[in-house]
């Protein structure tokens, strides 16, 4: 069974991260949420009290396939300014596990060095907080282990992205029929053209 | 200040219930969780912990503008079978007040009788417990001050419909914007046609 560590701290953007954290359960991933706060219970950027399943002291993360990073403010900055999650974010990259950010959750990467002439985006406006990227407007990036996604909206598609990378095209595919993201997108079309 | 109430009990579909949160909060909306299991902490239907803003036996109903129903099993069923929760849906209806359900929330809307005649929708396969609904398969239905949805990708798009028939189309439009969801469908466009 695949293993994925969304981690969490005060300031996390709700959508982001719990997106990725429903998808994923639901595609079969063993995926937890750990908290780099001390603390189980952590408020989003919206509000939101969410208890974490772990704090990430406490986690052997060599067991993982897969580091999420959230974006929200300032969740992201106490992310980027963790010296452990940094570490994390080399080690997993060193390894070519998964190692996915989205929205603000990119300059966590951009202060690890592991966008460094890979192929990543963000939310508009953090261009300068990932070192030396190869900068995508696309909705979700994906440069070998590196996934990278845009804002709340594009969480649903950066969280099919991660869980195709773990689990295959076919079990992302059959979920995406059954969460209605092919008939979003289909009704989208519809409606537009 | 529009004021909201989110419905959770045990099994609620997170990303439902917390993607209309999160929208409606930036959106300048007072949004409140209610739980109606008896206590704060309320388990998703995907195993996530949320820490409800109330009970609703402890609120006053009548200070809000809206009752927002997610789905999730067996979150929708509970909320079905809670005659507060029924009781609840009718005053608002009767009231002209907002009444919104998505996936299979809607069936807590066919058993209080509200989408008699109403144009209305769900996740596929609950037709049957909406009572004597206009069954569409749009993304969002709204009829009047009743507005239902289909399920987890449509999500965002029920949260904006809701947002929009209470703040109004402009504050709806300036936040689609930050929250990239224009973005997401010219992307979605773009690549398919």
Chains 1, 2 share one sequence.
Request: hydrophobic content about 40%; some cysteine.
């Amino acid at each position: 069974m695949k293993k994925a560590i969304v981690l969490l701290a005060k300031g996390f953007e709700e959508v982001e991260a719990l997106t990725v954290v429903d998808v994923l359960r639901r595609g079969g991933v063993h995926c937890i949420t750990c908290s780099i706060d001390g603390e189980e219970e952590v408020l989003g950027s919206h509000s939101i009290h969410v208890k974490a399943n772990n704090l990430l002291e406490k986690v052997d993360v060599n067991k993982y396939d897969a580091v999420v990073i959230p974006g929200g403010m300032p969740g992201a900055s106490n992310l980027r300014d963790s010296e452990k999650v940094i570490e994390l974010v080399k080690k997993f990259n060193k390894e070519n596990k998964i190692v996915a950010a989205i929205c603000a959750g990119p300059i966590v990467l951009g202060r690890a060095g592991v966008l460094d002439g890979k192929k990543g985006t963000s939310y508009p406006g953090f261009e300068e907080q990932l070192g030396e990227v190869v900068y995508s407007e696309d909705m979700v990036v994906q440069d070998g282990n590196i996934i990278t996604s845009r804002g709340p909206a594009t969480a649903i598609h950066f969280a099919f992205k991660i869980l195709e990378s773990l689990e295959g095209i076919k079990i992302a595919e059959n979920l995406r029929e059954a969460m209605l993201l092919n008939f979003v997108e289909n009704d989208i079309l519809k409606n537009k053209i």
